[in-house]
């Protein structure tokens, strides 16, 4: 084997060999992206390489004039003589597994993924490697997420209950992806569906893709408030606070995310429901995929790290620790518009 092709650096992941960062946390020359959340994709890097499918969102979200090269999944560039290929992750739309080959050895970056597939971005695909690297943002057993289509089922009758009330339904998701999967799974002919102005920015890069998404109305526009009734409103978590709630009538709030698993959570965000939706794979799905790679070795980052690793060990796995600035499932706070 060769030495370690990746190393932890103050500025990240780095491939020393190949000179480039994967999800850089400061400004380098060289970044390989393997999606758009704010936590993998930052700005100032003079030269990024990502997936197609993520063109239009690290536009939006690190500006135009970004020196961004894509290529399409499972397609293979060289780098200094390091082979590089992007693998769909099935986090987010563009959401890539790094695969990093070099005189036979092979390592693979998951960055944040999930196992489950949905209508709004590419499945997981499980890689053969030597070492892998993976998230653990849910890495106890207490998170073993419901079926997908429960939980659309349990939005829509919640949604069609308030309409029947006469109340405006309000559900907060992260901007991008969780609010995309939330929208792919709405029963559109129950009412309309409202987008705060950072969920409808991202919700124009889907299309560019071509995802196929419901109609939605920007919250902006509306000039009626009682138009809200019985409709569905879609908004970040940034933008739970009541100068922005206040235009909403007769309202029921609620949270999606993985995090509302746990009953205290619920409590603290102060919501009517909580739904158990999340873009990270469950401590099943985590298991899964690490034992589909046929990896000798795991680095575990972000999450319950260290409680995965023991567990890891306890398998007979060659797993370790490393630290990472990467968040998981976090508060989307970059409102790209405010209303």
């Not at 809200?228 to 933008?239: D, H, K, L």
């Amino acid at each position: 084997m060769n030495e370690n092709l990746l190393t932890i650096t103050d500025d990240g992941l780095y491939c020393q060999i190949g000179d480039f960062y994967i999800d850089p946390w400061r400004p380098v020359d060289k970044a390989v992206i393997t999606h758009g959340h704010a936590d993998h994709a930052r700005w100032g890097s003079n030269w990024y390489l990502a997936s197609e499918e993520s063109k239009y969102i690290l536009e939006a979200r690190l500006g135009s004039e970004i020196h961004l090269q894509t290529i399409p999944y499972n397609e293979t560039i060289n780098i200094n003589g390091i082979s590089i290929s992007l693998h769909p992750a099935g986090h987010i739309l563009g959401s890539s597994q790094i695969r990093l080959e070099y005189r036979g050895e092979v390592w693979v970056v998951s960055g944040d993924y999930k196992s489950d597939s949905d209508k709004t971005c590419r499945s997981f695909e499980p890689l053969k490697c030597h070492t892998f690297i993976t998230e653990s943002t849910f890495g106890l057993p207490v998170y073993k997420w419901q079926s997908q289509q429960s939980i659309f089922n349990d939005i829509n009758t919640w949604w069609e209950k308030n309409k029947d009330e006469k109340k405006t339904s309000l559900i907060f998701a992260y901007a991008l992806g969780k609010a995309q999967r939330i929208l792919s799974g709405l029963d559109t002919g129950i009412g309309p569906i409202y987008t705060h102005g950072a969920v409808e920015k991202i919700n124009q890069c889907y299309h560019k893709i071509g995802i196929q998404l419901p109609r939605t109305k920007y919250v902006g526009g509306v000039v009626n408030r009682n138009d809200f009734v019985g409709g569905m409103v879609i908004a970040p978590p940034s933008a739970d606070n009541p100068a922005w709630t206040k235009k909403f009538p007769y309202l029921s709030r609620a949270f999606a995310c993985g995090w509302m698993q746990i009953r205290g959570n619920r409590r603290r965000r102060v919501v009517d429901r909580g739904f158990v939706l999340s873009d990270h794979s469950d401590w099943t799905g985590l298991l899964r995929a690490i034992e589909a790679t046929g990896a000798e070795n795991i680095w575990v980052s972000h999450g319950y790290s260290r409680v995965f690793v023991t567990y890891l060990r306890e398998r007979g796995l060659n797993a370790c620790d490393v630290y990472t600035q990467f968040e998981g499932e976090m508060e989307d706070t970059e409102d790209l518009e405010t209303q």
